[in-house]
T-cell receptor
Framework: EAGVAQSPRYKIIEKRQSVAFWCNPI?????LYWYQQILGQGPKLLIQ????????DSQLPKDRFSAERLKGVDSTLKIQPAKLEDSAVYLC?????????????FGEGSRLTVL | QKEVEQDPGPLSVPEGAIVSLNCTYS??????FMWYRQYSRKGPELLMY????GNKEDGRFTAQVDKSSKYISLFIRDSQPSDSATYLC?????????????FGTGTRLTIIP
């Protein structure tokens, strides 16, 4: 079974530039998550989708971050304009179902460096 | 105060030793407790999953939850160099609006051959 696919794996940009990350979840997984993991910290949820609807985006900095999940499959996370503090690994995860038994499967992450 | 506190380490132990990793939390609504393992430049992967208080054993790994003390532990017996990774505790509630998974900062573990 193919895992969660993410691209690009690495991206270096200058502040105020824009960047987009792509995620393809495990086939059949209805729930998709984007997490931000800053060096030395645990992952922090940015946004959770159930199919193509947003369940939780309370910690998404909406003035600069946006995410979409068209057709309930692939998802993109965009940052515009980027700030130095956005340097982090952006992890995409998916689960068969949300709720207490929904194990999260993570991709390898997209590492962003903002200069 | 953070909802989940975890000693970041780093922790280095010799091969074969017993490793103890711990987290404390403040949200009494947390009911589901997990340990994720994250190898360098990889995504986290689920290692252990426990509901409410008690112990759970899986091979060399034992997870313990003490809800009265708001304290969870992961024990690794007969540690191996392949266990070298960052271990993240994570937890969530079961009530609507409290289902978000909250992670600790992770403990970086190195097993020395």
């Amino acid at each position: 079974e193919a895992g969660v696919a993410q691209s690009p794996r690495y991206k270096i940009i200058e502040k105020r530039q824009s960047v987009a990350f792509w995620c393809n979840p495990i086939s059949g997984h209805a729930t998709l998550y984007w997490y931000q993991q800053i060096l030395g910290q645990g992952p922090k949820l940015l946004i959770q989708f159930q199919n193509n609807g947003v369940v939780d985006d309370s910690q998404l900095p909406k003035d600069r971050f946006s995410a979409e999940r068209l057709k309930g499959v692939d998802s993109t996370l965009k940052i515009q304009p980027a700030k130095l503090e956005d340097s982090a690994v952006y992890l995409c995860a998916s689960s068969l179902e949300a709720g207490e038994t929904g194990e999260l499967f993570f991709g390898e992450g997209s590492r962003l460096t903002v200069l | 105060q953070k909802e989940v506190e975890q000693d970041p380490g780093p922790l280095s132990v010799p091969e074969g030793a017993i490793v103890s990793l711990n987290c404390t939390y403040s949200n009494s609504a947390f009911q589901y407790f997990m340990w994720y393992r994250q190898y360098s430049r990889k995504g986290p992967e689920l290692l252990m999953y426990t509901y409410s208080s008690g112990n759970k054993e899986d091979g060399r790994f034992t997870a313990q939850v003490d809800k009265s003390s708001k304290y969870i532990s992961l024990f690794i017996r007969d540690s191996q160099p392949s266990d070298s990774a960052t271990y993240l505790c994570a937890m969530r509630g079961s009530n609507f609006g409290n289902e978000k998974l909250t992670f600790g900062t992770g403990t970086r573990l190195t097993i020395i051959p």
